[in-house]
């Protein structure tokens, strides 16, 4: 049973447009992980979380907002969505070593 | 802040033959280094990893060697298999407190049969 889980998979967003990427695990790991994959750059950290209510801004974390409601969700907000925010995003959990990555959600800004 | 360097960006070996991928870091401070492997259209899964106080790990096929002077480490996978085909990250972490990593930019590996 998958322990980290995304919604949605696939999403089609308008420029200037509002987009929440939800985030969910079961793994009961303190530390969640919101990453950006390009072509070219690997994994980026945007936004992480030690625990529920807390967010941390990562490397990237312009034009990106993180909320932690819970100890299983982790939510990444695009409040105004633009083209260069196309990308594939992937969240995580994790504890002192491993981390566990969901199965990724495509956004495509338009 | 950390900077980590994947050398290869594309690896073509032949079945059987060894695949080695290097990277280098810059933080003196990080401490643990995961290897990530991702098949085409799926997410990250972790394959090993090794921390600084050891050198060298071993887990089947895939021997991880970490030389801190040098601030590098490499993936070595012997008797590759086609199901060896994918994209291989590295990472760095401090391994303190968030546990946050840097990946490198990957590694496109294609075993040809």
């Known amino acids: 049973e998958a322990a980290v889980t995304q919604s949605p998979r696939n999403k089609v967003a308008v420029t200037g447009g509002k987009v929440t990427l939800s985030c969910n695990q079961t793994?009961?790991?303190?530390?969640m992980y919101w990453y950006r994959q390009d072509t070219g750059h690997g994994l980026r950290l945007i936004h992480y979380s030690y625990g529920a209510g807390s967010t941390e801004k990562g490397d990237i974390p312009d034009g990106y907002k993180a909320s932690r409601p819970s100890q299983e969700n982790f939510s990444l907000i695009l409040e105004l969505a633009t083209p260069s925010q196309t990308s594939v995003y992937f969240c995580?959990?994790?504890?002192?070593?491993?981390?566990?990555f969901g199965p990724g959600t495509r956004l495509t800004v338009l | 802040g950390e900077k980590v360097e994947q050398h290869e960006s594309t690896l073509s070996v032949r079945e059987g033959d060894s695949a080695v991928i290097n990277c280098t870091y810059t933080d003196t401070a990080s401490s643990y280094f995961p290897w990530y492997k991702q098949e085409a259209g799926k997410s990250l899964h972790f394959v090993i990893d090794?921390?600084?106080?050891?050198d060298r790990k071993q887990s089947q096929r895939l021997i991880v060697l970490l030389d801190k002077k040098a601030k590098r480490f490499s993936l070595h996978i012997t008797a590759t298999q086609p199901e060896d085909s994918a994209i291989y990250f590295c990472?760095?972490?401090?391994?303190?407190?968030?546990?946050?990593?840097?990946f490198g930019a990957g590694t496109r590996l294609k075993v040809i049969a």
């Open positions: 793994n009961n790991h303190n530390n």
């Open positions: 090794i921390r600084s106080n050891v």
């Open positions: 995580a959990s994790g504890g002192q070593y491993e981390q566990y």
């Open positions: 990472a760095a972490s401090l391994n303190t407190g968030n546990y946050k990593y840097v």
